[in-house]
């Protein structure tokens, strides 16, 4: 498995007691598969994600990320795994507005110290690989929604990750651009070996998923194949 938690509780201060966010949930997901995390809001499928992402360290059990348990990791040591091994496409692109959607990709490439003409070459191929090889000089402003999401998943693969945790992609698109999205997910996560999570509130698409996992008050009720 590419992706392992198992029985990770999470609570967070709420006044003088503690509100459970997480309540012993379990989910592996191997590389090359797609999972997606359904449930209502306040559910705890963010703070699932957050988790997975290494971004908050759980009160109990064990994360397993690209075979790393990150439980004795320090915060940096977490952040270089993060950046190294984990690519997060949240919800709003938050793309910059003066950059390119080649640029965009490039900005994450060279944090790592590649060299230039590499980065380059790597923007090309995934911006061709999610149909923008011909948007590659637009700024932001220059495409759909559809395309900025797009431009947002490869911008995650750009340092090659082995877990991909994708938060509500289609929240702010119409049907058919979000079921355009999610077969890039399900496609990528395929050809590039992935082991992704797509917590989401749209269930037209599971059929795209390999699992579905419903959960509810921070447990997991249900794991399922798609229907």
């Known amino acids: ?15 003088d007691a503690r509100l459970t966010a997480l309540d012993g949930v379990s989910l592996e997901v191997a590389a090359g598969s797609l999972t997606a995390v359904v449930g209502p809001s306040g559910s705890g499928k963010s703070s699932l994600l957050a988790v997975a992402a290494t971004l908050v360290p759980p009160d109990r059990g064990r994360v397993v990320v690209a075979g ?3 439980g004795p990791l320090s915060r940096a040591e977490r952040a270089e795994l993060r950046r ?10 938050n793309l910059l ?14 944090l790592s110290g590649r060299p230039p003409r590499r980065v380059r070459d ?8 999610v149909g923008l090889g011909d948007k590659a000089g637009r700024r932001p402003h220059e495409l759909s ?23 509500e992609p289609t929240s702010a698109l119409d049907h058919e651009r979000g079921a355009a999205v999610q077969d890039l997910l399900a496609a990528l996560t395929r050809e590039r070996g992935t082991a ?3 917590v989401t509130h749209d269930r037209a698409h599971l059929e795209r998923t390999d699992a579905v996992v419903t959960i509810a008050d921070g447990r ?8």
Request: glycine share 4%; hydrophobic share 45%; charged share 20%.
């Open 1 to 15: 498995m590419t992706l392992s938690l198992t029985r990770v509780s999470l609570t967070y201060p709420d006044g």
């Open 68 to 70: 790393t348990d990150t």
């Open 84 to 93: 190294t091994r984990v690519g997060i496409v949240f919800q709003q692109p």
């Open 97 to 110: 507005p003066s950059l390119t959607s080649a640029e965009q990709l490039q900005v994450m490439a060279h």
């Open 122 to 129: 790597r923007a090309r191929e995934l911006l061709d690989a």
């Open 145 to 167: 929604g559809g395309q900025r999401q797009r431009v947002n998943i490869a911008r995650a693969l750009m340092n090659d990750p082995a877990v991909l945790l994708v938060d």
């Open 196 to 198: 992704t999570v797509l």
């Open 220 to 227: 997991v009720r249900a794991d399922r194949a798609p229907v």
